[in-house]
């Protein structure tokens, strides 16, 4: 009974690895312009089959005052087979090399806001599933940094 039930749970799990499609989240980067704060989001497509890559992004620069976080219109592009990409929310540096070519998001400021350093989410809704992800956010005025990965939803 044991072993009837250990494969039906493997099936499962595989199962579930082999899913139609796949959304990733960012919860939260930072990404400054005029400030030394860098986010950077990553991909990977670990599949034999190219994938449409959809993201919205949510900008937490509040610009009709405090709780105004509203998506910005959802922008798609490709991640063929077995690629992969990284890219800078907000701003574009030489660095990015061929992420300069993924949409930033639009920057919208109150008027109390002076300092365009800009944070947000993103969410990225994949038609493949075997999207890999990853955040990571480096301070060049204190040379630290942090990364994690992202996992599909």
Same mark, same amino acid.
């Given at each position: $009974? $044991? +072993? +009837? ?6 099936? $499962? ?68 087979? @077995? ?10 540096? @030489?660095?990015?090399?061929?992420? +300069?070519?993924?949409?930033? $998001? ?48």
């Amino acid at each position: $009974m $044991m +072993k +009837k039930f250990a494969i039906v749970f493997v099936v $499962m799990m595989l199962g579930s690895f082999v899913a139609e499609a796949a959304t990733l989240v960012v919860p939260f980067f930072r990404n400054g312009i005029g400030s030394n704060v860098r986010g950077v989001i990553s991909l990977k497509n670990t599949t034999g089959s190219d994938a449409v890559l959809t993201v919205t992004y949510t900008s937490a620069v509040d610009p009709g005052g405090p709780g105004d976080f509203t998506d910005q219109a959802p922008f798609t592009f490709a991640l063929v087979a @077995n690629a992969s990409q990284a890219w800078q929310p907000v701003r574009d540096e @030489n660095s990015e090399n061929n992420g +300069k070519t993924i949409q930033n $998001m639009t920057i919208k400021f109150h008027s109390t806001h002076t300092n365009p350093s800009c944070c947000g989410a993103a969410k990225i809704e994949s038609d493949v599933a075997g999207i890999a992800g990853m955040y990571a956010e480096f301070n060049d005025n204190t040379g630290s940094g942090f990364g994690h990965v992202i996992l599909p939803q």
